[in-house]
C-alpha cells in the first residue's frame, strides 16, 4: 500500500511531503478541511489524536507530527536521494540540534505572526497587535543568530542540505509571502542567501505547486 500524507494544503503537512519527494518516495494526499472541523471527527481523531495535521499512513504502520515523519522518512529510505540525515554521528547530531531549534525557537513566534496576520479574520479572532510586534522582535533575534552560523556555514547542519533546512520551509514561505514580513530574511545577507538556495529545490517547487494553500 502506498503511503498516504494527510492535509497536504497547510503548512505543518509541506514538512512531510518535501521531504517524500526529495527522497523519490511514492504517496497519495488526502485532503482534511479544518474549517469543516474534519480535523476533530472520530475516523480523523483515530489517526492523530490531537487533531493536527498531518497524519500518515504507510501501510500498517501510523505516524504523526510533521517532524517525527521527516525523520522517519528519511530513515526508512535512506539509501535513495540525498542523505538529509548527515552520514556520520556529528552530522546527525547537527541536523537534530537545528531541528530542535527551529521547533522550539524560530517556530514559536512565527507561529504567532501566521496566525494574527494570515488567520485571524479566518478562524474568528481579533488580531493581537501587541503579540504580533512581539512575536517580529523575538523572531529577529532568532534570525540574528542564525546569520551569524549561516556565515560561517551554508547550510545548518554543515556543507549539506538536510532536515533541518528543509524544516524551515513552509512557516518561513508564509513569512516571506503573505505575511509580508519577506524583509526579516532578505537584509541578512548569509540568512538570504540560505534562504534562496532552499526554496529554490525542486522539491520545495513541486510541493508548492501541486499542493498550494485552497483558496
Known amino acids: 500500500m502506498v503511503l498516504k500524507v494527510y492535509g497536504p494544503h497547510f503548512a505543518s503537512p509541506k514538512r512531510a511531503l ?6 523519490g518516495v511514492a504517496f497519495e494526499t488526502v485532503p482534511v478541511d479544518l474549517m469543516k472541523g474534519e480535523h476533530k471527527q472520530p475516523a480523523y481523531l483515530a489517526l492523530q489524536p490531537f487533531g493536527t495535521v498531518p497524519a500518515v499512513v504507510d501501510g500498517d504502520y501510523k505516524i504523526f507530527e510533521s517532524r517525527a515523519v521527516m525523520r522517519y522518512v528519511a530513515e526508512k529510505y535512506r539509501s535513495q536521494g540525498p542523505d538529509l540525515l548527515g552520514k556520520t554521528v556529528e552530522e546527525r547530531g547537527q541536523v537534530e540540534q537545528w531541528l530542535d531549534v527551529e521547533a522550539t525557537t524560530y517556530h514559536p513566534p512565527l507561529l504567532n505572526l501566521t496566525l494574527h496576520i494570515m488567520f485571524a479574520s479566518v478562524m474568528g479572532f481579533p488580531s493581537d497587535e501587541k503579540l504580533i510586534k512581539e512575536s ?21 547542519a554543515g556543507d549539506f542540505v538536510s532536515l533541518a533546512d528543509l524544516a524551515h520551509l513552509p512557516f518561513t514561505d508564509y513569512l516571506v509571502g503573505p505575511i509580508g514580513k519577506a524583509y526579516m530574511i532578505k537584509d541578512r545577507k548569509h540568512v538570504s542567501a540560505w534562504w534562496d538556495s532552499i526554496s529554490s529545490r525542486p522539491a520545495w517547487k513541486e510541493t508548492l505547486e501541486k499542493y498550494s494553500f485552497p483558496a
Not at 522582535?137 to 546569520?147: G, Q, R, T
Open 136 to 156: 517580529e522582535e523575538k523572531l529577529s533575534a532568532v534570525l540574528d543568530v542564525y546569520e551569524a552560523h549561516l556565515s560561517k556555514s551554508k547550510y545548518l
Open 18 to 23: 518535501v521531504t517524500l519527494i526529495e527522497k
